[in-house]
């Protein structure tokens, strides 16, 4: 059946979706009722067409200016470093922290042809200069690409006399010594605090 | 933002997509270029519209009947009884078998308030008796349901004149005996067969 057959690769496509998640998901496609079909094709391209990057921090928004960006309760003294707009949901989850964010579209990675100019630095630095930012937190992953990229832009930022910081990597909390892997737990030792 | 946490829920819903997942999806649908996103939602409603059951054995189609019962070189003498479907598309997966089948629709489950009425049992007895089948194959899941189904078919089947079968059951092949539960080793036990 060409219609099925269409659906199941479409959905494939999807990441984390595969073959036989795809064929299940669309069998239960095909029996939903049309009206609950109909809805889901027109979430997906309403989502596509509605939802774009915020111009000033990089966040998704729907708006001209991101839900943060367009909060004046939140303070310009505070400025979030993070990899991907998705990155900002997690943290915005949090609901801790009071400052804004900056998206920076990806991590340094020679190996993939991503350098600095690749990466919304530049418009860090310019917003760092005229925003009145206090302090920058480096909220890049804690892997290679995620380590590099915070210390480059830590070594960018620092002569212009703004503080720098870097989120705390250790032993998640409710985790247990035994599951931490050795990287993880060598950190905690390093970043142990005093008590 | 509304047209994504809309997209969110919708994709939640469907069945395997928890949350998370439904947020990583989402995500990736606004990543993705306005043409996949476009032709996925296309996809969706295609297939719905498209696929209908069989009128003659309840397997899916796109066309009047579905390609076992319009094919001529499927014999009518083999019947194979499945629950759904998507049974028929496991099945022909196989391709061993070349008689046809019939869908059930579901299997007894008085709990459900699911009787011989509401699957298509009649139907079943209807094409035995028009179509000169020699022998029914019940494909129905090893499970209570499905054993009590089988078990009241092929009660109502005998009397006909009909040859009956079951599936066997017993340990998958590749599998181990340590991995397999107990009632599947026993039912493999009862079920020996001569060397």
Known sequence: MESLDLLISRLNRLPGIGIKSAQRLAFHIISMPEADVTALAEALTNAKQKVHYCPVCGNYTENELCPVCADPKRTSELLCVVESARDVIFMERVHEFRGRYHVLGGVLSPMDGVGPDQLSIAQLIERVKTEQVKEVILATNPDVEGEATASYIAKQLKPMGVSVSRIAHG???GGNLEYVDEVTL??????????
Chains 1, 2 share one sequence.
């Open 171 to 173: 032993i998640p909390i």
């Open 186 to 195: 060598s950190k905690s030792i390093e970043n142990r605090r005093k008590m």
